[in-house]
């Protein structure tokens, strides 16, 4: 591991050390599985713009040809 992973990583632990305190000194009544929820879509969020990657590419993936007009009437 380069310095930059050691410093992520570190960091990371005393975010997750914050995390962890603020959470025992909350009130119990619901409060935690309110954060396991709301950290379980944040990561669906995640995996999703991995998987699918930049949604730019969505236009051109099912892009659909112009609509034709009907012969002898307007285009409305």
């Not at 603020?22 to 396991?36: Q, T």
């Not at 669906?44 to 236009?59: H, K, N, R, V």
């Amino acid at each position: 591991m380069n310095d930059s992973q050691w410093v992520s990583l570190i960091a990371g632990l005393l975010v997750l050390l914050l995390v962890w305190r603020g959470v025992r000194v909350l009130p119990r009544d619901g409060m935690l599985r309110n954060v396991v929820i709301w950290l379980v879509v944040f990561l669906l969020l995640g995996l999703a713009y991995q998987t699918f990657g930049p949604f730019d590419a969505i236009e051109r993936r099912f892009h659909r040809p112009p609509p034709v007009p009907a012969e002898g009437g307007t285009d409305i």
